[in-house]
Each structure stands twice: as structure tokens, then as C-alpha cells.
């Protein structure tokens, strides 16, 4: 064999293949930024509860909602069995005395919506598609609301179910309980819009779980702890303007105020102000809160 055909002989006994792989060209639909929303809202929803993800991803959202429904069904089975005890539980009070669970649900689960996408590089596949930034903060904003607003309005539900059927007379009882609609709703609404503004612009801040969750809890269970704190050691002003540290004396102050039904050892009655202070408030930090992660999302580094 000559030197040539020697240093030809390697490249004519190679073997390899060459695949068509067959890309082509999307002709359907575009569907545009609508559509690209409710998806993201759709499945920003699901990832809430934890739905299509890990067991391990579902025992925080629906542990929680569990316990938050729980104390319901308990009181509504009391009610069952005997009529005419008092039950501790009604569609005014029930959202203020479980305030913590709401709480551990926002601070579980709003870093679950956004702290991921930041810390997996994923916002830049989502900002090059049809969605816009105002898309994606909305969308993850209107899913936190829809999940708050479910994990609120299912115990009033139970106990508004409840009502009906330990009822003798089930006509008149449902006249009765149609009547307490716009608190079942109207509660967990009042609760729902600015819980999520405000957790959300927090986990929005961080890609690390760990803090946006410690932050968000550190807000609501602290503020809570520091208005009680003050209420009880300040004088005059500052004792009456205490609570309004607490984000849910805000909540529960605007729910009096658009539903009635004061309750007896809420803070609100310690405030000694007109109950739509606590509407404009709570409108004033819903506000701050989507103005802060639309801010945020506007100008994040994808």
C-alpha cells in the first residue's frame, strides 16, 4: 500500500449516519397574549396545591388546607349532634381565628410561584415568548389570589352546608343561609387580593425559597406579635393605632365595614377608628403590593 492510499484508508473505512430529523415549521393558531395568560395562570393555579408535581410538593398546600377546613367540620358535626350548644366558629370570626394557617399557606407557596423561575433561569423563555412582564406578574398574582381565595371560602362553605342540614325545616334554612353569601364570598375576597400582593412582592425579591418564606412570615406573625405588644404597653394614640400593625386587624376591620359583624375581641373595636380607615388601608397595601411586583418584574434581569 502506498503512502497515499495509507493516509486515505482511515476516512473510507469510517462509519457514521446522518438523521433528518424532521424539524419543521409551526402553521397553526397563534394565539397571542391571552392565551399565553390564562396558561400560565391555569398552571401557576395548579402549582399552588401542588397539583402535577412531587407528593412532597402537595403536603404543605393541601396539610394546610386541611387544617383550615377541619375546625369547620368539627364545629358543623357539634351543631348536628347538639343544636343548641354554641358553636366558636361563624363566617365572621372563622378567617381571623386561623389568620396563622393563612399565613404558612402564602409563605409556603408564593415563593413555590416565583422564587423557582428566577432561581432556574426560566423568566428569559418566558419573556421571549408572546407574555409580557406585566403578563407574567399578573398571571402569578391572580393565581395566589384564586388559591388564597379557594383555601378561604371552602371552611365558610362547610359552614354554611352545615347550616342547612342540621336545619328541621331544609326550605327555610336555605332561604336563611342564601342570605350569608356575601360574607362567604365577600370574606375570603377581602382576605384573598391583598394576602397575595403582598407575599408575592416579597418572594418576588429572592430566588431563595428559604428567605422569601422566613420574610413573609416574619411580616404577618410578627407585625401581629408587635401591634398586640403595643396595644397593651402605650398610652393614649399610640394604643388605639396599635393594631393597625397587624395586616388582619386591616382585613377584619374592612370586613366589618363592607359585611358587618363586628367581632367581640377583635382589635378593631381597640383602634377606636371609622371602619372605612380599615378599608382605605387595606386598598392602600393591596396597592403597594401589585405596584411593587409589577415594578419588580419590570425590571428584573431575565
Not at 190 to 209: F, M, N, Q, Y
Not at 248 to 264: A, C, K, M, Q, S
Request: charged letters at 10%; glycine letters at 8%; one cysteine or more.
Amino acid at each position: 500500500m502506498t503512502r497515499r492510499e495509507a493516509a486515505v484508508a482511515p476516512a473510507e473505512s469510517a462509519t457514521g449516519a446522518i438523521y433528518d430529523l424532521g424539524y419543521q415549521g409551526y402553521d397553526g393558531a397563534r394565539l397571542g397574549r391571552r392565551a399565553a395568560f390564562w396558561t400560565l395562570f391555569g398552571a401557576s393555579l395548579r402549582a399552588a396545591f401542588g397539583l402535577g408535581r412531587s407528593g412532597r410538593a402537595k403536603i404543605a398546600p393541601w396539610g394546610l388546607t386541611a387544617i383550615m377546613v377541619i375546625p369547620a367540620a368539627i364545629a358543623g358535626a357539634i351543631q348536628a349532634m347538639v343544636p343548641t350548644a354554641p358553636t366558636p366558629f361563624n363566617y365572621n370570626n372563622y378567617l381571623f381565628e386561623l389568620q396563622p394557617i393563612l399565613t404558612l399557606f402564602v409563605a409556603a407557596q408564593a415563593p413555590e410561584l416565583v422564587s423557582s423561575d428566577q432561581r432556574n433561569h426560566v423568566l428569559s423563555l418566558y419573556f421571549s415568548h408572546a407574555l409580557a412582564r406585566t403578563d407574567y406578574a399578573l398571571a402569578k398574582l391572580c393565581a395566589l389570589a384564586a388559591a388564597l381565595f379557594i383555601l378561604c371560602v371552602a371552611p365558610l362553605l362547610v359552614i354554611l352546608v352545615t347550616g342547612i342540614l342540621v336545619s328541621a325545616d331544609l326550605p327555610a334554612a336555605i332561604g336563611d343561609q342564601v342570605g350569608n353569601l356575601p360574607q362567604v364570598l365577600g370574606s375570603p375576597l377581602i382576605h384573598a387580593i391583598p394576602l397575595a400582593a403582598v407575599s408575592l412582592a416579597i418572594a418576588s425579591w429572592t430566588p431563595r425559597r428559604a428567605y422569601a418564606t422566613g420574610a413573609i412570615i416574619a411580616l404577618f406573625l410578627v407585625s401581629a406579635a408587635v401591634g398586640g405588644i403595643l396595644a397593651e404597653a402605650g398610652r393614649g394614640r399610640l394604643s388605639e393605632v396599635a393594631p393597625l400593625v397587624n395586616p388582619f386587624v386591616l382585613f377584619d376591620g374592612t370586613r366589618d365595614w363592607l359585611l358587618g359583624g363586628t367581632i367581640p375581641d377583635s382589635p378593631v373595636r381597640d383602634a377606636h377608628l371609622a371602619l372605612p380607615v380599615f378599608g382605605v388601608l387595606t386598598l392602600l397595601l393591596a396597592a403597594l403590593g401589585i405596584a411593587a411586583v409589577m415594578w419588580r418584574y419590570r425590571r428584573i434581569s431575565a
